[in-house]
Protein backbone atom coordinates (compact mmCIF):
# COMPACT_ATOMS: atom_id res chain seq x y z
CA UNK A 1 0.00 0.00 0.00
CA UNK A 2 2.99 2.46 0.50
CA UNK A 3 2.77 4.23 -3.11
CA UNK A 4 6.07 6.73 -2.01
CA UNK A 5 8.48 6.73 -4.33
CA UNK A 6 11.95 8.48 -3.67
CA UNK A 7 12.67 11.11 -6.18
CA UNK A 8 10.62 12.83 -9.33
CA UNK A 9 12.80 11.06 -11.33
CA UNK A 10 11.87 7.62 -10.61
CA UNK A 11 8.09 9.25 -10.98
CA UNK A 12 8.04 9.88 -14.24
CA UNK A 13 10.32 7.44 -16.03
CA UNK A 14 8.05 5.63 -17.73
CA UNK A 15 6.28 8.35 -19.29
CA UNK A 16 7.00 8.00 -23.19
CA UNK A 17 6.39 9.71 -26.37
CA UNK A 18 3.59 10.36 -27.32
CA UNK A 19 2.12 10.07 -23.98
CA UNK A 20 -1.58 11.12 -23.42
CA UNK A 21 -0.94 13.28 -20.00
CA UNK A 22 -3.81 15.29 -17.88
CA UNK A 23 -2.15 18.25 -15.31
CA UNK A 24 -3.33 19.60 -12.99
CA UNK A 25 -3.82 23.50 -11.90
CA UNK A 26 -5.58 26.51 -12.29
CA UNK A 27 -3.28 29.11 -13.76
CA UNK A 28 -0.05 28.18 -12.21
CA UNK A 29 -2.02 27.43 -8.53
CA UNK A 30 -1.84 23.68 -7.85
CA UNK A 31 0.44 22.74 -11.00
CA UNK A 32 2.78 20.23 -10.10
CA UNK A 33 5.85 21.96 -11.33
CA UNK A 34 8.29 19.38 -9.33
CA UNK A 35 6.84 16.41 -11.91
CA UNK A 36 6.77 18.58 -14.81
CA UNK A 37 10.48 19.09 -14.69
CA UNK A 38 11.23 16.13 -14.12
CA UNK A 39 9.16 14.88 -17.11
CA UNK A 40 11.29 17.80 -19.28
CA UNK A 41 14.61 16.45 -18.06
CA UNK A 42 13.39 13.12 -18.68
CA UNK A 43 13.05 13.68 -22.65
CA UNK A 44 9.44 12.56 -23.56
CA UNK A 45 8.01 14.20 -26.75
CA UNK A 46 4.83 14.18 -28.52
CA UNK A 47 3.09 14.66 -25.60
CA UNK A 48 -1.16 15.35 -25.77
CA UNK A 49 -1.78 17.30 -22.91
CA UNK A 50 -5.14 17.99 -21.24
CA UNK A 51 -5.11 20.78 -18.82
CA UNK A 52 -6.88 23.78 -17.97
CA UNK A 53 -4.01 25.67 -19.21
CA UNK A 54 -1.02 25.24 -20.22
CA UNK A 55 0.93 27.55 -17.56
CA UNK A 56 3.24 30.74 -18.63
CA UNK A 57 6.05 31.05 -20.72
CA UNK A 58 8.57 29.94 -18.59
CA UNK A 59 6.93 27.90 -15.67
CA UNK A 60 4.42 24.91 -15.22
CA UNK A 61 3.27 23.56 -18.83
CA UNK A 62 5.18 26.72 -20.38
CA UNK A 63 8.73 24.45 -20.01
CA UNK A 64 7.65 21.55 -21.89
CA UNK A 65 5.95 24.01 -24.83
CA UNK A 66 9.04 26.13 -24.91
CA UNK A 67 11.06 22.59 -25.60
CA UNK A 68 8.80 21.58 -28.49
CA UNK A 69 7.58 18.52 -26.12
CA UNK A 70 3.62 18.91 -26.65
CA UNK A 71 2.31 17.78 -29.72
CA UNK A 72 -1.65 18.74 -28.73
CA UNK A 73 -3.25 20.60 -25.89
CA UNK A 74 -6.80 20.51 -24.75
CA UNK A 75 -7.65 23.18 -22.28
CA UNK A 76 -9.83 25.47 -21.82
CA UNK A 77 -7.50 28.86 -21.24
CA UNK A 78 -4.62 30.22 -22.98
CA UNK A 79 -4.34 33.81 -22.41
CA UNK A 80 -1.08 33.87 -20.32
CA UNK A 81 1.47 32.22 -22.97
CA UNK A 82 2.92 33.67 -25.56
CA UNK A 83 4.68 30.83 -26.98
CA UNK A 84 1.53 28.94 -26.69
CA UNK A 85 -0.23 31.47 -29.21
CA UNK A 86 3.32 31.26 -31.48
CA UNK A 87 2.95 28.13 -32.02
CA UNK A 88 -0.93 27.39 -32.63
CA UNK A 89 -1.33 29.83 -35.11
CA UNK A 90 2.15 28.69 -36.74
CA UNK A 91 0.43 25.27 -36.98
CA UNK A 92 3.39 23.73 -34.67
CA UNK A 93 0.69 22.90 -31.86
CA UNK A 94 -3.13 21.36 -32.25
CA UNK A 95 -5.02 22.52 -29.78
CA UNK A 96 -8.59 21.67 -28.87
CA UNK A 97 -10.19 24.62 -26.97
CA UNK A 98 -13.44 23.65 -24.92
CA UNK A 99 -15.50 25.40 -22.47
CA UNK A 100 -14.18 25.09 -18.65
CA UNK A 101 -16.91 23.54 -17.38
CA UNK A 102 -17.29 21.10 -20.55
CA UNK A 103 -13.57 20.08 -19.73
CA UNK A 104 -14.12 19.76 -15.87
CA UNK A 105 -16.62 17.14 -16.51
CA UNK A 106 -15.27 15.28 -18.81
CA UNK A 107 -12.27 14.65 -17.04
CA UNK A 108 -14.87 13.70 -14.05
CA UNK A 109 -16.36 11.29 -16.66
CA UNK A 110 -13.54 9.70 -17.75
CA UNK A 111 -12.75 8.88 -14.26
CA UNK A 112 -15.80 7.48 -13.52
CA UNK A 113 -16.17 4.96 -16.17
CA UNK A 114 -18.58 7.44 -17.87
CA UNK A 115 -18.23 7.58 -21.57
CA UNK A 116 -20.22 10.43 -22.37
CA UNK A 117 -22.74 13.24 -21.46
CA UNK A 118 -25.02 16.34 -22.50
CA UNK A 119 -24.39 19.47 -21.54
CA UNK A 120 -26.20 22.75 -22.69
CA UNK A 121 -22.69 24.57 -22.96
CA UNK A 122 -21.51 24.85 -26.60
CA UNK A 123 -25.12 25.05 -28.55
CA UNK A 124 -25.65 27.20 -31.22
CA UNK A 125 -21.93 27.67 -31.49
CA UNK A 126 -18.94 25.97 -33.13
CA UNK A 127 -18.59 23.87 -29.68
CA UNK A 128 -21.42 22.00 -31.15
CA UNK A 129 -22.14 23.10 -34.61
CA UNK A 130 -17.95 22.37 -35.58
CA UNK A 131 -15.30 24.66 -37.65
CA UNK A 132 -13.36 25.47 -34.48
CA UNK A 133 -9.53 25.33 -35.81
CA UNK A 134 -7.56 22.53 -33.88
CA UNK A 135 -4.42 22.84 -36.19
CA UNK A 136 -3.16 26.00 -38.76
CA UNK A 137 -1.38 25.05 -41.86
CA UNK A 138 2.37 27.05 -42.20
CA UNK A 139 0.04 30.42 -43.96
CA UNK A 140 -2.35 30.66 -41.01
CA UNK A 141 -5.44 28.78 -42.81
CA UNK A 142 -7.09 25.71 -40.83
CA UNK A 143 -6.12 22.78 -42.05
CA UNK A 144 -7.93 20.96 -38.83
CA UNK A 145 -11.56 21.49 -37.64
CA UNK A 146 -13.41 20.67 -35.05
CA UNK A 147 -16.29 17.86 -36.01
CA UNK A 148 -19.80 18.55 -35.69
CA UNK A 149 -21.48 17.10 -32.37
CA UNK A 150 -24.28 15.27 -31.40
CA UNK A 151 -27.26 17.47 -30.06
CA UNK A 152 -30.41 16.41 -28.97
CA UNK A 153 -33.20 17.83 -27.27
CA UNK A 154 -34.61 16.87 -23.43
CA UNK A 155 -37.30 18.72 -21.70
CA UNK A 156 -37.55 21.36 -24.27
CA UNK A 157 -33.97 22.35 -24.36
CA UNK A 158 -31.06 21.53 -26.47
CA UNK A 159 -27.97 19.52 -25.35
CA UNK A 160 -24.63 18.92 -26.95
CA UNK A 161 -23.07 15.36 -26.46
CA UNK A 162 -19.31 15.34 -24.86
CA UNK A 163 -17.25 13.07 -24.36
CA UNK A 164 -15.21 11.99 -21.13
CA UNK A 165 -11.31 11.84 -21.18
CA UNK A 166 -9.03 9.66 -20.21
CA UNK A 167 -5.53 9.62 -20.37
CA UNK A 168 -2.24 7.88 -19.72
CA UNK A 169 -0.74 9.45 -16.87
CA UNK A 170 -2.12 12.45 -14.29
CA UNK A 171 0.49 14.35 -12.88
CA UNK A 172 -1.07 16.18 -9.97
CA UNK A 173 -0.13 18.61 -6.57
CA UNK A 174 -1.73 18.39 -3.36
CA UNK A 175 -1.25 20.22 -0.02
CA UNK A 176 -1.08 16.95 2.05
CA UNK A 177 -0.92 13.29 1.33
CA UNK A 178 -0.63 10.05 2.81
CA UNK A 179 1.39 6.98 1.87
CA UNK A 180 -1.90 5.64 0.62
CA UNK A 181 -2.47 7.95 -1.78
CA UNK A 182 -5.72 9.76 0.11
CA UNK A 183 -5.05 13.57 -1.15
CA UNK A 184 -6.20 16.79 0.16
CA UNK A 185 -5.73 20.39 -1.69
CA UNK A 186 -5.69 23.54 -0.89
CA UNK A 187 -8.19 26.29 -1.89
CA UNK A 188 -8.02 27.10 -5.55
CA UNK A 189 -5.64 24.03 -6.01
CA UNK A 190 -8.68 21.75 -5.70
CA UNK A 191 -10.58 23.21 -8.93
CA UNK A 192 -8.83 20.79 -11.27
CA UNK A 193 -6.40 18.40 -9.33
CA UNK A 194 -8.81 15.87 -7.99
CA UNK A 195 -10.99 15.50 -11.48
CA UNK A 196 -7.18 15.55 -13.39
CA UNK A 197 -6.25 12.37 -11.17
CA UNK A 198 -9.62 10.56 -11.46
CA UNK A 199 -9.08 10.85 -15.45
CA UNK A 200 -5.26 9.01 -15.81
CA UNK A 201 -4.87 5.72 -15.52
CA UNK A 202 -1.74 6.05 -13.99
CA UNK A 203 -1.84 9.08 -11.68
CA UNK A 204 1.17 10.58 -10.08
CA UNK A 205 0.72 12.95 -6.87
CA UNK A 206 3.64 15.37 -5.68
CA UNK A 207 2.70 16.56 -1.87
CA UNK A 208 3.77 19.33 0.03
CA UNK A 209 3.33 17.37 3.39
CA UNK A 210 3.45 13.42 3.51
CA UNK A 211 1.89 12.08 7.09
CA UNK A 212 1.49 8.62 7.69
CA UNK A 213 -1.71 6.60 7.08
CA UNK A 214 -4.36 7.73 9.22
CA UNK A 215 -3.41 10.67 10.39
CA UNK A 216 -5.47 12.22 7.87
CA UNK A 217 -9.23 12.61 8.75
CA UNK A 218 -11.61 10.78 6.39
CA UNK A 219 -13.69 13.68 6.31
CA UNK A 220 -11.38 15.69 4.80
CA UNK A 221 -9.58 13.51 1.95
CA UNK A 222 -10.42 15.12 -1.13
CA UNK A 223 -9.23 12.41 -3.38
CA UNK A 224 -9.43 8.93 -2.12
CA UNK A 225 -6.11 7.21 -2.63
CA UNK A 226 -7.94 4.50 -5.10
CA UNK A 227 -6.78 7.25 -7.94
CA UNK A 228 -3.64 7.30 -7.22
CA UNK A 229 -1.10 4.98 -8.02
CA UNK A 230 2.28 6.61 -6.83
CA UNK A 231 3.63 9.50 -4.04
CA UNK A 232 6.38 11.77 -4.42
CA UNK A 233 6.81 13.74 -1.20
CA UNK A 234 8.21 17.52 -2.13
CA UNK A 235 11.30 19.07 0.05
CA UNK A 236 10.87 22.51 1.95
CA UNK A 237 12.62 24.40 -1.08
CA UNK A 238 10.32 22.66 -3.75
CA UNK A 239 7.08 23.50 -1.37
CA UNK A 240 8.25 27.39 -1.12
CA UNK A 241 8.59 27.66 -4.95
CA UNK A 242 5.09 28.43 -6.21
CA UNK A 243 5.27 31.76 -8.51
CA UNK A 244 2.21 34.32 -8.96
CA UNK A 245 1.03 35.12 -12.76
CA UNK A 246 0.13 38.41 -12.08
CA UNK A 247 1.03 40.59 -9.39
CA UNK A 248 -1.16 43.79 -8.66
CA UNK A 249 -0.20 45.91 -5.75
CA UNK A 250 -1.69 49.18 -4.74
CA UNK A 251 0.53 52.55 -5.29
Not at 25 to 35: K, S
Not at 116 to 123: C, E, K, S
Request: aromatic letters at 6%.
Amino acid sequence: MDKTVATAEEAVADIGDGSSLAVGGFGLCGMPETLIRALHAQGAGALEVVSNNCGVDDRGLGILLTAGRIARVTGSYVGENQEFARQYLSGELEVELTPQGTLAERLRAGGAGIPAFYTPAGVGTQVAEGGLPWRHAADGTVALASPAKEVRGFNGSSYVLERGITTDYALVRAARGDRHGNLVFDKAARNFNPLVAMAGRVTVAEVEELVEPGELDPAEVQLPGVFVQRVLALTPAQTADKQIEKRTVRA
